[in-house]
């Protein structure tokens, strides 16, 4: 029964980090209609920028996910203006490309100036706490905690503000969304920023149990796309119950079948799931 | 005609696909040192590879990001069939093209369904699948290990393929046969028939055709291609491990593609050359040629999407088309001076030939 | 020619067509108005295939098409074109009209790999019928030219001959007079005007009311889904229910 609690626990910190980063690509996807397989690279620059400002710099664990939302939110938008923008009204495969692209230049960059090593992240919440005879990781509970709250932050944001509103009125029509003269550029911006400080915070909130490392993003953007495709495309809250899914999983699949094939899971379910019912999960099938 | 018109026909003439394929002859005579013959023979496995990308993303415009997954499945048919199975080199070789063909076939038939992004992130997640069973089914593929001594393709006793020389020209041979085909695929109503589905599925729906059919055609065609591609490659490389199956080369190959000119037909031979070389005379790169690479694709997306054989005919067709009707103004111009001329020939070669 | 009875289609609980029935004759000019988002468009992809609907049943020729894919009712001669012109901008218009045809061969990879003769043959009909059709839109000029340069109205024409060459006996125009000057759109009118004359059937969505009203000879009015009216064009003018929908909603008004 134990055991069983913390396969629980296991699929809730998976969890939650999966949803965290599939947020952020299911808003873009949303908004733009652009898969971003640079998502995962967003993600693994965040995990370095708050490692170096942590260890080479001695900046305070928050501080250093602050940084590290801030310069990717940054990144994030550059992106948007000078690739994404750009390249709206070509045809679909071109933006998809361009994405791979931003992906492997800052993979070979970060792997260029930091080596591909494997790296451990500090974080000053190493103790174990013991919660009715289960024992707990510190780190683990900050990294369920901080994910729930960030995405309640995020649907506050997006139920209660002006610019949250826009972003949802625009994910839901586009073409609305400019009859009532919203910016769209702005919105895009914004999309991007917001995106790419997801990934920044999911990555210093989970790299501390995990290593960091160039190619650290590649299993995560994929994982995080068959999320988004079993909570449709677009849809936020189908993005944190995708996450779940997918967490517990792997956290049980993991455990009561093969860790050796644990990665595999997700891409089993999706295959299977495709198979079936070709528009994924959740969506409405409209098209 | 000025010079510029005429270097631009010529290319366009079979006289310089002869001159291409003489100096693809002479090649091992004039390169100075062996390694630049392996290296020429190894682009031209790739190429192999990037002509299969060519029909399924080029002409049908489906993004396939498992055709590096595809290219590994060939190689590891032919080496597990040969190593452990003890067949010999050109049986297992049918073999490793037949069971990419399959494979493909069960792929697409499920992948296919789905469209534009879904289908890329699908195909995305196939090549990682086929990447993690490499290198966890220890029983089948020898895992992380990879598989060693795998044997070169038998000469029949006339020629040692484990010469680079000779391989250089086998592979040549493989290569033609696969441009070959490729050009009637592309010139053909199915080649056309693909374009159309390019262009939108509604639209080619409406014309009649069949989406389903044809998407699977083509992904088995390409599939295909990349599984030759890959046991030839078993066979000059004779070790293979699970990195083969890295979504790394298929990003390479469709770096390849882009550059010449997706959709082209010499394009892939063009971009896969070119970037082969680069690399090759920029060797420190070879770890960091993504910094290059990246930035690359997505300039050539923006500014280039044609490629350089695609914007070669861009421009052709337009100077033909130019030149068409300057003719016919001409002869209009003529026929109301005096009616007893006879017209000149017509330009309608347009630009399909390259 | 197309008999529809009771067509209903439902997006989760929106019904964006419902309950239509109507018929269509043979060797007439069609046309199907409304204001925007009435359902115009859903109705012609149900016709076409592209959406199977929720109820009803659509008989075209006696035969029952209802839920039938898009390939074979293009196959049975119901040809369309789309609001948004669809062609491939880097080849020459003769080039992007040849796999109209395609639909009335049988090639298959094997015939490509060997270069059958029926291949041959079949490329060679293709392409003849990718002329006849372009001369019949009166494009023979411009078949050299690469499609990313021809002007809009060249390219609406060029869209028709691509539903022609399918040999069609029924096209459905969605829009075809959108994006073009008055006088393109006289000359357009004249067009559709000959395919009928040639044996062809049409029907047509289109917002030009001056158009339609001296083109169609049969219109039939939808808002919200629903037909509220059907008749020569001087009956629906008149229809009382007719205007009330155009004023109602701010669509600009009849002609």
């Not at chain 2, 055709?67 to 048919?77: D, Q």
């Not at chain 2, 060797?283 to 999407?305: A, C, D, K, N, S």
């Not at chain 3, 029952?64 to 080849?91: E, N, P, V, Y």
């Not at chain 3, 050299?144 to 040999?167: C, G, N, P, W």
């Amino acid at each position: 029964m134990e055991l069983f609690f913390q396969q629980v626990l296991n699929g809730l910190t998976l969890g939650s980090i999966y949803g965290l980063v599939a947020l952020g690509l299911t808003l873009v996807y949303g908004i733009l209609h652009v898969p971003n397989f640079a998502h995962g690279a967003l993600y693994m620059v965040g995990a370095y920028v708050s490692y170096i400002t942590m260890v080479d710099f001695g900046v305070n664990y928050w501080v250093a996910m602050l940084l590290a939302a801030v310069a990717v939110a940054v990144l994030a938008v550059l992106c948007e203006r000078l690739v994404f923008n750009p390249l709206r009204d070509a045809p679909p495969i071109h933006d998809k490309i361009a994405a791979i692209g931003i992906m492997l230049f800052l993979e070979a960059l970060v792997q260029m100036q930091w080596g591909a090593e494997f790296r451990r992240m500090p974080t000053p919440y190493t103790e174990i706490l013991d919660i009715a005879g289960m024992t707990i990781p510190a780190q683990r509970v900050l990294i369920i905690a901080g994910a729930f709250s960030l995405m309640a932050v995020l649907h506050l944001f997006l139920k209660k503000t002006m610019t949250g509103s826009t972003i949802v009125a625009m994910a839901q029509n586009r073409e609305g969304a400019f009859l009532v003269g919203i910016d769209a550029n702005r919105v895009a911006m914004m999309t991007f920023a917001i995106s790419g400080a997801l990934a920044a915070v999911g990555a210093t909130l989970f790299a501390p149990i995990n290593l960091v490392y160039p190619a650290m993003g590649h299993l995560l953007i994929m994982k995080a796309f068959v999320i988004i495709i079993l909570g449709g495309m677009g849809s936020i809250p189908g993005a944190i119950v995708g996450g779940l899914i997918i967490g517990f999983a792997e956290a049980f699949g993991g455990f009561y079948i093969s860790t050796d094939y644990k990665d595999i899971i997700a891409f089993a379910l999706l295959v299977v799931i495709l198979s079936i019912k070709p528009t994924g999960l959740f969506s409405k099938g409209v098209h | 005609m000025n010079a510029l018109t005429k270097i631009s026909n010529f290319l366009m003439t079979p006289a310089m696909k002869m001159v291409m394929i003489v100096a693809a002859l002479l090649f091992p005579f004039v390169a100075s040192n062996e390694y630049q013959i392996y290296v020429m023979a190894l682009a031209f496995v790739w190429a192999i590879a990037v002509y299969g990308m060519n029909i399924i993303t080029g002409l049908c415009g489906q993004l396939n990001l498992a055709h590096g997954g595809f290219f590994a499945i060939g190689a590891y048919t032919l080496a597990i069939l040969t190593v452990d199975h003890g067949w010999a080199f050109w049986p297992a070789f049918i073999a490793a093209g037949a069971v990419g063909a399959l494979l493909g076939f069960l792929v697409g038939v499920i992948s296919l369904r789905l469209k534009e992004h879904y289908f890329a992130i699908f195909t995305l997640c196939v090549g990682f699948i086929i990447y993690l069973l490499l290198d966890k089914w220890e029983e089948l593929t020898h895992g992380a290990l990879g598989i060693i001594n795998i044997p070169a393709p038998s000469g029949f006793g006339l020629v040692d393929f484990t010469e680079t020389t000779p391989f250089y020209y086998l592979a040549l041979a493989f290569m033609v046969l696969s441009i070959w085909l490729a050009s009637r695929i592309a010139h053909s109503l199915l080649g056309r028939t693909f374009l159309a589905i390019r262009i939108s599925d509604d639209l080619a729906a409406s014309l009649g055709i069949n989406l389903m059919r044809n998407k699977v055609l083509a992904f088995v065609l390409s599939t295909t291609y990349a599984s030759v591609a890959g046991a030839l490659y078993a066979g000059m490389v004779r070790f293979i491990g699970p990195a083969e199956a890295e979504v790394t080369h298929t990003f390479d190959m469709i770096t390849y593609l882009l550059v010449g000119g997706i959709g082209t037909l010499m394009g892939p031979l063009l971009g896969t050359l070119a970037i082969t070389w680069l690399t090759q005379s920029l060797q420190f790169l070879e770890e960091y040629r993504m910094i290059v690479f990246g930035p690359m694709l997505v300039v050539l997306v923006i500014f280039f999407p044609k490629g350089v054989v695609g914007s070669f005919l861009a421009w052709r067709g337009r100077r033909l088309a130019a030149a068409h009707d300057a003719n016919t103004a001409k002869q209009a111009a003529v026929s109301k001076t005096s009616t007893d001329k006879t017209p000149a020939t017509s330009t309608q070669e347009a630009g399909n030939h390259a | 020619m197309l008999k529809i009875h009771n067509l209903t289609k439902r997006f989760g609980g929106l019904a964006a067509v419902n309950n239509v029935s109507i018929e269509f004759e043979a060797n007439k000019i069609n046309a199907i108005i409304g204001p925007n988002g009435a359902g115009k468009s859903t109705f012609f992809n149900l016709v076409a295939g592209a959406m199977a609907p929720t109820e009803g049943r659509i008989e075209y020729q006696g035969m029952d098409i209802t839920g039938m894919a898009c390939d074979r009712i293009a196959r049975l001669g119901i040809a369309r074109t789309f609001q948004t012109t669809m062609l491939f901008d880097q080849s020459t218009v003769l080039d992007n009209l040849i796999v109209g045809h395609r639909l009335r061969t049988q090639s298959r990879l094997w015939d490509v790999i060997i270069n059958s003769k029926r291949l041959r043959d079949e490329e060679k009909k293709c392409r003849a019928r990718a002329q006849e059709v372009l001369d019949f839109v009166g494009l023979s000029h411009i078949g050299h030219r690469i499609t990313a340069d021809i002007s809009q109205e060249e390219k609406k024409r060029v869209a028709f001959a691509l539903a022609l060459a399918t040999d069609p006996e029924l096209v459905l125009l969605d829009e075809p007079a959108g994006g073009i000057n008055p006088e393109e759109t006289e000359n357009l009118a004249a067009l559709i005007r000959k395919m009928v004359d040639h044996g062809v059937t049409v029907c047509l969505i289109e917002h030009k009311m001056d158009m339609i009203m001296s083109l169609a000879d049969k219109i039939m009015v939808i808002d919200h889904g629903e037909k509220i009216a059907e008749g020569t064009p001087d009956e629906v003018k008149n229809n009382p229910l007719v205007i009330e929908a155009y004023l109602g909603s701010d669509e600009d008004a009849a002609a």
